[in-house]
């Protein structure tokens, strides 16, 4: 442990993932499977935050333990260990929306090119860029197909057509879970010159996405789905590449260096990940994002992700037992949280809305996206829960 990090409170390992299970009450009466769209908080969590008000109300911003440079180096740190990269690249933001725009305002890309998104991307990275278009570049979707490895040929289909100049990418699809091959795609931008992007709200925190390995420019995420973050935070990247004079559209309060001294009027600019923080933070919600990182941090991130991986994949089974067809049937060897429900194995109607209505009047939280019934387990669900779950489903079937 670091000096800075002294006398900040420790998450104690439970014995095994049923106390982990525990430590999130909303298990206990219900089942929570919508973790890849938002997260309710972890007692560890509320208790720090407890802890944080309690300090904040007899000191104000000079709460001892929780000074806010003492924070940022904390999250900074815990991210840049996720992310493989150097602390100094991340920057923290509201939500992915917010870091996209940002980005997307602050660049420069030629006339007649085209930028691409996936196909039925989220809107927080598809409305950043549409400004573009009055600019003469175009944005196009590429056809994400049904395996990791169609995408790839759909891909450097696109790129061959000479005039992409940048992609910005989900590496795992919102709603069928599907994660794309991150190296692989990194290399078709580096043949092809295309700048590379990445939204990793459905990413960070679920599958690896080591950007000491893949060349990436940007990414912005959000806080709230596989970190166990709060919501309304978000966390953005930008490689220590970019040029030193980069400058973000908009200049705000602590855009400039020693922001804390007000006078006189400076146009000396941080740099350029710090950038992304224009002015006074929500700071409350760096203290909840602390706390998961920490836990995280504390079980590990690989190990997580692993557990992730393991509960999905019993639940999956349990779901093929009962005659369910999913999307990941047809990319068996990548791993994925995500489970899209599509249809059932004999062909028989299938109707996601129906069966999401029934599981929530049994308080069992699930989404409906593209047509697909689509449950994101995390490690507060454990056994018991796919057994209750399987136990519901069968007297839906009935
Ligand atoms: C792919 C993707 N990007 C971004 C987000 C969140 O966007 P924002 O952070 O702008 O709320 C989601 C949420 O579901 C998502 O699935």
Known sequence: ?????????????????????????????????????????????????????????????????????????????????????????????????????????????????????????????VYPWEHWKEKGVGLGFVSVGDTPDEFLRNLED????????????????????????????????????????????????????PLNEVKVEFAAFAAWKWLLGPLGLGVIYLSPEVPKDFRILFKGQASVKNDGSYFPYRDEWKPPADQFEQSTSNFNDWIYFFASLRMLSTIGFTKTRERIYEVSNLMSDMLRGLGFRLDRDVFPDVKTGIIAVNGFQSGKEFNPEAIQAFLRSKNIYAAVRLGRLRLAPHIPVTESHIS????????YLK
Request: hydrophobic share 35%; proline share 6%.
């Open 1 to 125: 442990m670091s000096l800075s990090e002294q006398n900040l409170p420790e998450f104690r390992l439970p014995a095994d993932w049923q106390g982990i299970s525990e430590l999130f009450p909303v298990q206990k009466e219900s089942i929570w499977l919508n973790y890849c769209g938002t997260t309710p908080i972890s007692s560890f969590a509320s208790s720090v935050m407890a802890d944080y008000f309690d300090e904040y109300s007899r000191y104000g911003i000079f709460a001892p333990r929780y000074s806010e440079p003492k924070i940022k180096v904390i999250l900074r740190n815990y991210l840049a260990e996720i992310l493989s990269c150097s602390p100094d690249s991340i920057g923290l933001v509201h939500n992915t929306s917010e870091g996209m725009n940002l980005y997307s305002h602050s660049i420069s890309l030629p006339k007649g090119t085209r930028i691409l998104v996936i196909e039925n991307e989220y809107p927080s990275n």
């Open 158 to 209: 696109e790129a061959k057509k000479g005039d992409v100049s940048l992609l910005s990418l989900s590496p795992v699809h919102w709603c069928t879970g599907m994660p794309l091959d991150l190296k692989k795609i990194s290399s078709i931008c580096e043949k092809y010159s295309i700048k590379l992007i990445l939204d990793g709200s459905q990413a960070v925190g679920h599958i690896p996405v």
């Open 388 to 395: 209750r779950l399987e136990s519901v489903l069968k007297e």
